[in-house]
């Protein structure tokens, strides 16, 4: 899922300058299970303003990033003077797309990909790096969870188990090495890794899928 | 001062009942809500009661160690704290208050009253 973080409310408050009549619009998939951008917060966060003299309501669709889901939400944006989305990056550039002539402004700062580890705790698993080579490492993605994303092996730094960079964090490679143990499949770890191709992940510009069969 | 109460109905309510039947105070209490337990009640709830005339929401129940439903007090706790810090980042003077009794020692409502209204506890009110 996408891991979102609210913004601190001196910040919304600010991007919201003179507009009164305020939407807070929340986001039904990833941001309403990491707590940060679901419907009960939209309310949380409409209710704050009401109580700071905003004029305002809020309201969550299935999924902002969506233009299917939010293209009914046309008119409803048009009657306000601002839209607050509690979205990821995403979801705020679909409603932009909507070309409202409103401001519409991010509530959360879009943080990462990852998973819920326990009750309150996200981690970032993935970085989206347009090839993915985890079965090599027992599922234990190296790019996104070593500091330093190495490939071929720990860095040596790692102490206990636990990362020189974030000594709360565990080491990847630890993590690689006592997975494929369990596998019975350490030898794999003798396989050099070649560098990776870097043009497929963000770096080599702005990303984009197209399936021919699904075009209309 | 205007204090919205919510109690839970198994130590709180009755505790409110006794203790406003048997003392003043200086604030007003614009009404007592009865909940099955304060575990039940969201956050969204007590900022919608912030967005009217009180000043204050006031939560009474269970001691946490003791709660009827087991973990209720503490995750109204954790609640109540969640709101103060909204609250306070947004520069909202409003606040939210919890108290933890029980039917038979209600020393703890007068003392969270006395907080509320920014005096020394006085003395605690023998049950």
Known sequence: ?????????????????????????????????CLTGGDKEAKELASLLRIKGYEADSLTVERQCELE????????????DAVISLACGVGVQALYELDSGKSI?????????????????????????????????????????????????????SKDGKCEVKPDRDCAWQLIYDRLKKLNRLDWLLTIQPPKDWSTSRYGGHRKMTREDMLL | MKILVIACDKSGYPAMIKYTTENTTDHELTSILKVPCLG?????????????????????????????????SRFAQRRVNRINHLLEEAD???????????????SEIKRTLDLISGTPAQEELKP
């Open chain 1, 1 to 33: 899922m996408i891991v979102g973080e609210r913004k601190p409310i001196p910040e919304i408050l600010a991007m919201l300058d003179d507009s009164k009549k305020v939407l807070v619009l929340g986001c039904g998939t990833c941001v309403t299970v």
């Open chain 1, 69 to 80: 889901f939010i293209n009914p939400l046309r008119e409803r944006i048009q009657s306000v």
């Open chain 1, 105 to 157: 402004y991010p509530g959360l700062n879009t943080t990462f990909m990852g998973m819920p580890v326990k009750q309150g705790n996200w981690e970032e698993r993935c970085w989206g790096c347009g090839d993915c080579i985890i079965h090599l490492f027992g599922g234990t993605c190296p790019i996104t969870r070593c500091a330093k994303s190495l490939l071929n092996g720990p860095c040596g730094g």
């Open chain 2, 40 to 72: 039940s009640v969201k956050e969204s709830d007590i900022l919608e009661a912030l967005e009217g005339e009180c000043d204050r929401v006031l939560l009474v129940g269970c001691p946490i160690d003791s709660c009827f439903h087991q973990d209720g």
């Open chain 2, 92 to 106: 909202i003077s409003k606040r939210v208050v919890i108290s933890f009794v029980t039917a038979e020692k209600i």
